[in-house]
């Protein structure tokens, strides 16, 4: 079965510096893979999504990049943390579910506070 | 680009009640997903529901695509049922656009 890993699970962050998460997903191939952030526990919106690898779409202009190295590793990516970075990320994959067609299935997330 | 609305935004619940949550979309879509996000934020997957109804244990969802709106049914709640509910609809590029959520408190 397919698993996705987040880490890490919280970070707390100075402003200005940098931020890398990670996400990884087992046991598929080729998934289609997305960035989303969660701010104030309401309402995810879409940062980035990735088809294949190198392959990133980029949805909100903003202090975030990311990167597919791997077919299943996606990163988020920082140069200089903002104070409006802070917020909850969540990694998401595309793939078959039990209705089987396309669904998404999420990460456990990573909490990001920026002080 | 399309616009989800749910309601309620807040529901209070007694245990055993029965509920309904709404979502409303605002263009066609390819597929509507239903999530219950737990009080630790892991996003759970409840429906797969772009037309029609289906029913899992105490929660069922009907979407009726021609009108543009998904309801969600919960019955007999439980104190594990709260959380905040998700809707979110596949637009062309297949990411998924999210109402701003329903957030259920159940009491016991």
């Known amino acids: 079965s397919q698993t996705i890993h987040q880490w890490p699970a919280t970070l707390v962050q100075p402003v200005g510096s940098p931020l890398s998460l990670e996400c990884t997903v087992e046991g598929t191939s080729n998934p289609n893979l997305y960035w989303y952030r969660q701010a104030a526990g309401r309402g995810l919106q879409l940062l980035f999504y990735?088809?294949?690898?190198?392959?990133i779409s980029s949805e909100v202009p903003q202090n975030l990049s990311a990167s597919r190295p791997q077919d299943r590793q996606f990163i988020l990516s920082s140069k200089k943390l903002l104070l409006s970075d802070s917020g909850f990320y969540l990694c998401a994959w595309s793939g078959l579910g039990a209705s089987g067609r396309n669904e998404q299935f999420f990460g456990p997330g990573t909490r990001l506070t920026v002080l | 680009g399309i616009q989800v609305e749910q309601s309620p935004p807040d529901l209070i619940l007694q245990e055993g009640a029965n509920s309904t949550l709404r979502c409303n979309f605002s263009?066609?879509?390819?597929?509507l997903q239903w999530f219950h996000q737990n009080p630790w934020g892991q996003l759970i997957n409840l429906f797969y529901?772009?037309?029609g109804t289906k029913q899992n244990g105490r929660l069922s969802a009907t979407t009726v695509a021609t009108e543009r709106y998904s309801l969600l049914y919960i019955s007999s709640s439980q104190t594990t049922d709260s959380g905040v509910y998700f809707c979110?609809?596949?637009?062309?590029?297949?990411?998924?656009?999210f109402g701003s959520g329903t957030r259920l408190q159940v009491q016991p």
């Open positions: 990735s088809v294949g690898i190198g392959q």
């Open positions: 979110a609809v596949v637009t062309g590029r297949r990411a998924l656009t």
């Open positions: 263009d066609s879509v390819n597929n």
């Open positions: 529901i772009p037309s």
